[in-house]
């Protein structure tokens, strides 16, 4: 069990760093919250003895992802978006469409987001380590337990989808 002081230092520390990974798996900000509390209450109750910070962070990111992954493949999570999702068309139906008039042009930075979102997982994980966790190739290869060619091809191969996103987004403009 982590010292209750390392705790709190590590919680402050990396919980953006968690939260933001969750959001990029989960997509939704209350469920990327809830893998937030589930990853840090395995802190709390891991037997891991860490080096450093640094092992901390990398710890903390391959159960973040883990938990993620758990939690998205889980038959509730499905069922539950069934649910949610004929509840949301019946609420659409009923208001004869006026939601779709709220809707205010996306900008730059959401078009971004919104193609680096919509990437498959194995290509949005490597390039949320690479550009918002500024990890190397080779960080990132130990962190997801794959070879650096590997997370190479990845990152090249979501590189090339984005351009082809955006590109065709920003020639709608």
């Known amino acids: ?11 402050r520390q990396f919980s953006d760093t ?8 989960c997509k939704e900000l209350p ?7 589930e990853v840090f209450l395995k802190l709390y109750e891991t037997g891991t003895e860490f080096t450093d910070a640094e092992h901390v962070k990398r710890w903390l990111i391959r159960v973040t992802i883990n938990t993620c992954k ?3 493949a889980s038959s509730w999570r499905r069922r ?15 208001s004869g469409g006026l939601y779709a008039a709220d809707m205010s042009e996306p900008d730059e930075g959401s078009a971004l987001f919104e193609a680096v979102v919509s990437l498959p997982e194995k290509y949005r994980s ?10 190397s ?7 997801l337990q794959k070879k650096e060619t590997t997370i190479q091809t990845r990152l090249m191969r979501a590189r090339k989808m984005l351009k082809q996103q955006l590109k065709g987004a920003w020639q709608d403009e």
């Open 126 to 135: 490597v390039v949320h380590l690479y550009y918002y966790e500024d990890y």
């Open 18 to 25: 968690v939260l933001r990974i969750a959001v990029n798996y």
């Open 80 to 94: 539950t978006q069934l649910m949610e999702f004929q509840t949301m068309e019946s609420v659409l139906e009923q």
């Open 31 to 37: 469920d990327a919250e809830d893998m937030v509390q």
């Open 137 to 143: 190739i080779k960080e990132i290869a130990q962190i």
């Open 70 to 72: 758990n939690h998205l």
């Open 1 to 11: 069990m982590v010292a209750e002081e390392e705790y709190v230092s590590y919680v």
